[in-house]
């Protein structure tokens, strides 16, 4: 009888719980209290598309495009790609740290071939830039002896922050640009490392600073290296438009090579992205230089051990184009002339946005336009400013006044110049 009274009992209660409705279950689902996130920097795209003015001009987008406006895949980068279809290699696993010629390659484009320091590197292929800052930040959190805290420029690309505080680190910021002169803040910098505890770890945007434009000059890089060396702090150097941003890639790597002669022991991230166009590729290089080759050696190893159980081994598609590019002299040559031709490209839109709204009798000193350097500017326009010209004339860049120059092209500048113009005067 007791038996038949709690089988009834559980057959009763099944058909309760069958009977709850389906929004009530929802009410109890494992995700519920997840919250819908922010919305994306796509939503500049996604209105410049629903936007019908044939004058209309995108200004948010982070990828070069040429003068008529498209993107733009390097002929290097073709021939390179189609070298490796031709040697019809196979689609086998990449060692854990890449395709062998690519790392060392991009170590030479980035501390020189014939720095001291490049039998003392551990360096490893990434999933792009910002796949190296995360095993940048990974490496820090489980091996810095120091604090685990990063300090960051302000402001910085907008990804820094979040790369690094899911890496487990502490972010926290340092002054860098100036929003009165629409420049440098120097002072302000070299008076914030100066204050930071000894040791701290400091990340620098090695040419062509996203968002804002401003890079140090050389002698201010050779203050900041000394300063850095004063107060024993760590370097940082993400470097994502080597080449890209002046055209010569011995230049944009100045600041780099300037703290390796002074004997920092560095932490670098570079991106092929930019100065290959390699954006979906993701292609990418971390190193890390150490004391001596045994060093090296031994941080390896752990760099082994933190990549395989994130992602295993790189993708190889990329780093293969880009090794053909940066190991064949004829190829790599014209590689840079390309890299040139697109920085050339924005530096000439730059000239011609002042000259424009010049022309046009604007009272506002726009000196800062063509001071800055590489894919992106701060215009010093403000909020406000912003939204009355993308409202009024259909250009769209995001709210602190950033653009993308690259989006600028010598059919669209006039109606920029203009929409600027009327909004600033």
């Known amino acids: 009888m007791l038996s038949t009274t709690i089988k009834t009992g559980a ?37 410049f598309k629903a936007d019908s003015n044939e004058k209309k001009i995108n200004l948010g987008v982070g990828a070069y495009r040429d003068d008529a406006g498209k993107p733009y895949v390097l002929p290097s980068v073709r021939e390179a790609e189609k070298r490796v279809i031709e040697n019809k290699m196979n689609k086998e696993y990449a060692g854990i740290t890449g395709v062998p010629e690519f790392p060392s390659a991009a170590a030479k484009l980035a501390y020189g071939n014939d720095s001291p320091v490049l039998d003392k590197i551990a360096v490893t292929q990434t999933i792009s830039g910002t796949g190296a800052l995360r095993i940048g930040g990974e490496w820090l959190k489980r091996w810095y002896s120091g604090d685990k805290v990063i300090r960051i420029p302000t402001p910085s690309w907008a990804n820094h922050k979040a790369i690094f505080q899911d890496s487990g680190l502490t972010v926290e910021p340092y002054r860098y640009y100036n929003k009165d002169t629409i420049g440098l803040d120097f002072d302000g ?51 994502a438009y080597q080449g890209f941003a002046s055209g010569d890639s011995d230049a944009d790597a100045f600041a780099v090579r300037q703290f390796i002669r002074d004997g920092h022991k560095i932490l670098l991230s570079q991106s092929f992205a930019k100065n290959m166009g390699l954006y979906g590729e993701r292609a990418g290089v971390f190193s890390i230089v150490g004391e001596d080759a045994e060093e090296a050696k031994r941080i390896d190893s752990q760099l082994k051990i933190i990549i395989r159980p994130m992602y295993s081994n790189p993708p190889i598609h990329g780093a293969r184009i880009a090794s053909q590019i940066l190991n064949d002299p004829k190829l790599y040559t014209q590689w840079q002339g390309e890299v ?72 669209n500048v006039d109606h920029l110049a203009e929409a600027i113009f009327q909004v600033k005067g």
């Open 11 to 47: 057959r009763h209660s099944a058909l309760r719980t069958a009977a709850v409705p389906a929004a009530a279950a929802r009410a109890f689902s494992i995700w519920g209290n997840v919250p819908k996130g922010p919305p994306a920097i796509l939503g500049i795209t996604e209105a």
């Open 189 to 239: 910098m070299v008076a914030d490392l100066k204050a930071a505890p000894p040791g701290s770890v400091f990340l620098f945007h090695a040419c062509a600073h996203n968002p804002t434009g401003v890079d140090p000059s050389p002698a201010q890089w050779k203050e900041l290296s000394r300063v850095c060396l004063e107060m024993s702090h760590l370097p940082f150097f993400d470097m």
């Open 340 to 411: 040139k031709g697109m920085a050339d490209r924005i530096i000439t839109m730059r000239k011609l946005l002042r000259e424009k709204l010049e022309a046009l009798g604007s009272k506002h000193d726009w000196s800062h336009i063509t001071s800055q350097i590489g894919m992106f500017a701060y215009t010093g326009l403000k909020p406000e400013e912003v939204e009355k010209i993308t409202k009024n004339y259909s250009v769209y860049f995001t709210k602190d006044g950033r653009i993308s120059v690259s989006g600028i092209t010598s059919k």
